[in-house]
């Protein structure tokens, strides 16, 4: 079935520092993959998505590649702020059908 | 900018009673979903919602749940008997506009009503 892995959590970091999260997925056929961001309290926010192999997604300083070779969509963010601390949720899905999330990674970025 | 709206925030309810969580989707969205989140877990699909009727639905969504659209714009999730492990945040999402139809545009959540059973 469907699948999504991320890298284990919590990670900390500086301010400024180069974020890397890493996601891969196991899918049948050709899904599309998500980023979602979950703020302390809040709801899932949609981050960036791409829908085909070699799309970048790109939103707030943040980027993700879509790879098929290597069945991947690692999160990157070149120097990450504080605000930036949040739970990052890599997401695949396949047409209408439902998100098959990842596990979430914790992000605390320190000042 | 349109957004999904969920009600009650929080639900606190005794082991056995019935809840029902509400959700209203964006307004032109054709496809609707519930997921749930246990605490410190990760995000999982619940069941999805188009054309008045359920067009997938998890193990998780046994016969305690159930989902309705019962006016055209609200979307609600029961749980007729509620269990200590139902305690989670439930998130509702929609997507797919008219017009286009494919359902395969990006899904919107709501903010979530957190859910604990005791």
């Known amino acids: 079935g469907n699948s999504v892995t991320q890298m284990e959590g919590p990670v900390t970091l500086s301010e400024e520092a180069f974020l890397t999260i890493n996601c891969t997925y196991t899918?049948?056929?050709?899904?599309?993959l998500f980023w979602y961001v979950q703020y302390p309290g809040e709801g899932l926010q949609l981050l960036l998505k791409?829908?085909?192999?070699?799309d970048k997604g790109s939103n707030k300083g943040f980027e993700a590649t879509y790879r098929k070779e290597t069945t991947s969509f690692h999160l990157e963010k070149g120097s990450v702020q504080v605000s930036d601390s949040a739970v990052y949720f890599c997401a695949l899905r396949r047409g209408a059908q439902k998100l098959v999330f990842g596990q979430g990674t914790r992000l605390t970025i320190n000042p | 900018e349109p957004e999904v709206t969920q009600t009650p925030s929080h639900q606190v309810t005794q082991m056995g009673q019935e809840v029902i969580l509400r959700c209203v989707p964006i307004s032109n969205h054709l496809y609707f979903y519930w997921y749930r989140q246990i605490l410190g877990q990760k995000v999982e699909f619940l069941v999805s919602f188009y054309n008045n009727e359920i067009s997938e639905k998890s193990e998780i969504f046994d016969d305690q749940f159930s989902v309705e659209r019962p006016d055209g714009s609200n979307f609600t999730l029961k749980i007729r008997s509620t269990k200590l492990e139902d305690s989670a945040m439930y998130f509702c999402?929609?997507?797919?506009?008219?017009?286009?139809?494919?359902?395969?545009?990006?899904?919107?959540f709501g903010p979530g009503t957190r859910l604990t059973v005791l």
């Open positions: 899918a049948t056929g050709y899904p599309s």
């Open positions: 999402a929609s997507s797919g506009q008219r017009g286009d139809a494919s359902g395969t545009d990006t899904q919107y």
């Open positions: 791409a829908t085909k192999a070699d």
